[in-house]
């Protein structure tokens, strides 16, 4: 009976498997008419075999192991288990999904389809309180607790899980770890509430007035304060200057000093290159007065990378992070000026992160599929082009691919411009992974698209979810019967990662090794 039950389950797989909508990929493919002519003349022919050679290029190499003596004839399995390319997703709903069964298969995302996790250290709901960092669970972080929750979204610390748990699930299935973000200026989502405590008056009063914390818009900012030079502002507020300084860095330095030799990489600093545009990267000066953040402490980007580095003890890849979502190739052009900037003085910068949140109605997946010129393989390749410039491996850091609807043809437009922008980016040479920003619908940070996801808020699985564990579990996974030659030596050409190799030899005892190709 055992048996039987067993044989029909793996018949009901096998048949959810087969009716998955196969993911087109050409205008012949697309017999629904899902995308529009003009989309497909964008990913045409000739830029899906480009795709095809590069992935072979790229993510491929070629491997030989010896088996040693075994009989004629015999067959050596080999079988990927890992992939070095990251697979990523962010883990911001952690026991927050409302029952258990929800939160295990989202759990169990990580290390299945996804080897890579982002991890929250959002400052502002990392220490709620002044001086008490949340990277242990607490009685209101529990599963229990947000079960027994009526309003999770209206939660200080929705999306923003203690960092420990996460950590622990991630080591445990030896996932890349990704932190972020250490240094970030927004004033509403990173910067504390409590951020102006602690100095006189006549300063927080002043700030108050001038600088209002609600909102990163420079039109909430008085003609006082925009008037003003970032060295009159120091003169000004010196205690809130000082105390910027010491809370910002020290925030980073309690962070990395606790997590050294956990964290796998870093996001060191989190979209400041409209600062480097607007030209407020002074050295030496005591404020970086910014158009999107107010005031940050005087060359904070350089100095933040500064620090990190001196405590990076483990050699943690660090990142920058930044926007690059409209694809528009001037906003390229800053970015990778920025960064050579940044190198040329000296900073220790590993990784270029990229995020791409197709999130406003002008960036939507609707309008790319009536052919829209947004994220063209073209502009794409711009986008890459000019950030390798800097001859630095890059990451695609946060991706957000809404789903114009909840329908078929929704969910299937999302699958098709997922699948077109993950393939060109795995494709090209210098990208080492790629992160889902957004795991479940009705799950992403107040004002994101609420059908983002690659699983419904009831935890189903949608079209891209498929379409993604296709990519990523089979057709980049390697798995191979190999016969050895006469010297009991087999060779292969596989996807970059670890492998397990099984034979039997001449006597009849099985072997079990592994094997990396790099």
């Not at 006189?200 to 009063?205: A, G, P, T």
């Not at 008085?222 to 105390?243: G, T």
């Not at 996801?453 to 996974?477: C, Q």
Request: aromatic letters at 12%.
């Amino acid at each position: 009976m055992k048996r039987i039950f067993l044989s029909m389950t793996a018949l009901l797989v096998g048949l959810t498997a087969l009716a998955q909508p196969k993911i087109p990929r050409s205008a012949a493919e697309d017999t629904e008419k899902i995308m529009s002519a003009k989309y497909w003349e964008y990913w045409n022919k000739d830029v899906q075999a480009r795709i095809d050679a590069d992935i072979e290029k790229n993510r491929k190499g070629d491997a030989t192991f010896q088996v040693g003596d075994v009989k004629r004839g015999t067959q050596v399995h080999v079988e990927q288990i890992s992939s070095d390319f990251g697979f990523g997703a962010s883990a911001f709903n952690w026991d927050q999904l409302g029952k258990k069964e929800y939160n295990d298969i989202y759990k169990n995302t990580f290390g299945t389809i996804f080897n890579r996790a982002t991890v929250a250290f959002y400052w502002r709901e990392l220490e709620l309180q002044e001086g008490h960092k949340r990277f242990l669970a607490e009685e209101w972080d529990t599963e229990e607790w947000w079960n027994n929750c009526k309003e999770p979204h209206k939660q200080p610390h929705w999306r923003r899980p203690p960092t420990e748990p996460v950590i622990d699930w991630c080591e445990a299935r030896g996932m890349q770890i990704h932190g972020h973000p250490l240094v970030w200026g927004h004033m509403t989502i990173q910067q504390p509430t409590w951020i102006r405590d602690g100095f006189s008056k006549e300063e927080r009063d002043w700030l108050n007035a001038n600088d209002k914390i609600t909102t990163t818009a420079p039109q909430h900012r008085s003609n006082e304060f925009n008037a003003m030079s970032a060295d009159e502002l120091a003169k000004l507020l010196p205690e809130y200057q000082q105390k910027l300084d010491e809370r910002l860095f020290g925030n980073a330095r309690d962070i990395v000093n606790r997590y050294d030799g956990r964290i796998h990489s870093w996001d060191v600093v989190n979209e400041c290159y409209l600062d480097y545009r607007d030209k407020v990267w002074v050295p030496g000066a005591k404020f970086t007065k910014t158009p999107r953040y107010g005031l940050m402490p005087g060359d904070y980007v350089y100095r933040s990378f500064d620090l990190v580095n001196k405590l990076n003890k483990s050699g943690a890849k660090l990142n920058i992070n930044e926007t690059q979502s409209d694809s528009k190739k001037r906003n390229a052009d800053i970015y990778s000026g920025a960064i050579k900037h940044l190198l040329e003085r000296g900073a220790k910068i590993d990784m270029i992160g990229i995020q791409m949140h197709l999130m406003r109605k002008h960036r939507n997946a609707e309008l790319i599929a009536q052919g829209k010129p947004i994220w063209t393989p073209e502009k794409a390749y711009y986008v890459l082009d000019k950030l390798a410039e800097n001859k630095l491996p890059m990451c695609m850091s946060e991706i957000t691919i809404t789903s114009p609807g909840s329908d078929h043809r929704g969910e299937m437009i999302q699958s098709i411009v997922a699948v077109n922008l993950y393939r060109l980016w795995f494709s090209y040479p210098n990208m080492t992974a790629i992160t889902w920003w957004n795991l479940v619908d009705d799950c992403g940070y107040k004002g994101e698209p609420t059908i983002s996801g690659i699983y419904t808020r009831d935890m189903k699985p949608k079209i891209v979810y498929h379409a993604l564990n296709n990519l990523i579990n089979k057709e980049w996974r390697t798995n191979l019967m190999v016969k050895p030659n006469g010297k009991g030596e087999i060779a292969w050409r596989g996807f970059k990662g670890k492998y397990r190799i099984t034979w039997v030899d001449k006597a009849g005892v099985t072997h079990t090794e592994e094997y990396h190709l790099k």
